[in-house]
């Protein structure tokens, strides 16, 4: 069996070598494929590859095509959206993500860019703190319950919403308020930061009429996926309001534009940074080998998110 490692943003070093070895207990072949600047050598690298262990690498239905023995793909992270799972459940591919492996780091990056941002991005004038105000949670899985807590250390006032979380006393015990509906959390939040998944029915659908409904000097915070936000209505309301502040991981699509017109209010990571601590790299890369080989080897499903 082999299993291809396929990142264009690569593994650090240590998570490589966990990698290394796992795949070599199992009596596997390793393959690495590391900053490749072409889609032709992934196709290429991916053509004889068991299973196939990326990052925010695309698996498009061109990559499965030319990858006749794949069997599994695990992206090594939370969200799947790079991966087309259409493409792979009708190969009868496997897709798994490693959850909660990289959610500390997303949650510290989160309350990162709350003080930076509540400090005018570290440049000369007075800010503000963060205890006492509202936190509102947008999505309570593994990266928005670490988020609340820190929120929570901090002495913000917590809030969530999570419609697939129905039951209150899951809420209740980590002393965070529930929210039934979207537009309650905004109303309420001096802090949004959000935490859905990208899928068809969230993509764009944060937006002017939602974000609107914030309090005075409200700032949201977006550690999920740029796409979740509606550009235009971003740039609507911020126009509008001169009270409010937005800082993404990653940059919006229109971010150069945004930083033009609203300077200290709007900020950007370059690159995406949620995830890109040793720690997290080091935890996703090896749940991700021995998921690969936990399915190759004991046909074991857990985490597959194409049931
Ligand atoms: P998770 O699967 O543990 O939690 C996602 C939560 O979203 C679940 O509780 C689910 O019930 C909820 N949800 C789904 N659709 C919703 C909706 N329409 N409204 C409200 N809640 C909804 O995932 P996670 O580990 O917490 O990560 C969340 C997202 O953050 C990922 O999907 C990914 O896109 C993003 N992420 C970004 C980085 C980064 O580097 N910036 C790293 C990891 C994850």
Redesign the pocket.
Known sequence: MKILVATEKPFARKAVEGIREIVAEAGYELAMLEKYTDKAQLLEAVADADGLIIRSDKVTPEVVDAAKNLKIVVRA???Y?NVDLAACTARGIVVMNT??Q??NA?AELAIGLMIFMARNKYTPGTGSELKGKRLGI???????RLVGACGKALGMVVSA?????TDAAYFEAEGVRKVDS?EELYASSDYVSI?????P??KGSIGYELLNRMPQGATVIN???KEVIDEAGLMKLLEEREDMKYAT?IAADSQAELNEKFGKRVFGTPK????ETAEANINAGLAAARQAVGYLRDGVTKFQVNK
């Not at 947008?138 to 928005?144: C, D, E, L, R, T």
């Not at 995406?272 to 995830?275: F, P, R």
């Open positions: 992270g939370a969200g959206d959850p909660g990289n959610s997303v947008h999505a309570y899985g593994n990266v928005g919403y999570d419609p697939f979380i979207v935490h859905i998944p990208a899928t029915q969230t550690t999920a996926r991981d995406k940074m949620g995830a």
